[in-house]
């Protein structure tokens, strides 16, 4: 599933926590927020943040191109440009 904004917002954060780091911030982990699509206490279940789609009535879940965008961030340990 193609979720380019996330990709593009999670870039642009994660050159954010680097510029922290190189500034002297003791960054020791980030997080993306959320694993899974999921209930929103502001929106139900119509906004989605996952790196993992859900189908809602079937539980199926796919992970989006940010998934494997960011398996590809941790494993290199580097943000592509």
Do not use: C
Request: charged content about 25%; proline content about 4%; glycine content about 8%.
């Amino acid at each position: 599933m193609r979720d380019s904004e996330r990709i593009d917002y999670l870039r642009t954060h994660l050159g954010a926590v680097n510029a922290a780091i190189r500034s002297g911030a003791d960054v020791r982990g980030y997080f993306v927020w959320s694993l899974l699509d999921n209930f929103e206490w502001a929106w139900g279940l119509s906004k989605r943040f996952g790196l993992v789609h859900v189908d809602y009535p079937t539980g199926q879940r796919r992970p989006k191109d940010s998934a494997y965008w960011y398996r590809n961030v941790i494993k290199a340990n580097a943000v592509p440009a």
